[in-house]
């Protein structure tokens, strides 16, 4: 059983932790930029989202749970205008991986979305990362279009 619940005050530095680290990661990767431009990007994102911590209005942070164990992070935001909600970052910890918690995950902010009125999930999933995109099409994701870059070097 997979609960998902809302991050505490206390909880939201470790969060932070892995957020900038993860996130920096993908920014050299997809990017190209410098680690170190990349770790200011991270950390703008984060405090530009979360201004007032977990009590930020228009996001939502989610810890995910199996029994009393912290395996995993959900943060989402939800759009009235669209009845839709955007999933900014989905992360099952490596040692809690291939336990079907992911699936479990999503399949339980489906639920806590529906009952609320949501009517559509969004988000962004990196061409390299194959787990990702191979979960996301077995809960019934498609794609919907390709986010495509070119440098320009000089």
């Known amino acids: 059983m997979i609960q998902l619940r809302a991050m505490t005050t206390k909880e939201f530095p470790a969060y932070c932790d892995y957020f900038v680290a993860d ?7 997809n990017q190209g930029l410098s680690n170190a431009k990349a770790l200011e990007v991270a950390k703008q994102t984060l405090e530009q989202s979360f201004p007032q911590g977990v009590e930020s209005q228009g996001q939502q942070l989610l810890c995910i749970e199996h029994g009393t164990a912290l395996v995993g992070y959900l943060w989402h935001s939800i759009n009235l205008s669209d009845n839709s909600s955007y999933i900014y970052d989905f992360y099952i910890f490596p040692r809690e991986r291939n336990k079907g918690f992911g699936k479990l995950a999503i399949e339980a902010l489906e639920l ?14 990196a061409f390299h990362n194959q787990r990702a995109l191979k979960l996301y099409e077995e809960v ?4 919907t279009g390709y986010n495509m870059s070119k440098s320009l070097s000089q």
Do not use: E
């Open 112 to 125: 806590m979305l529906a009952a609320s009125g949501v009517q559509q999930i969004k988000l962004r999933v």
């Open 140 to 143: 019934g994701f498609t794609v």
């Open 23 to 29: 996130y920096s990661r993908d920014i050299v990767k």
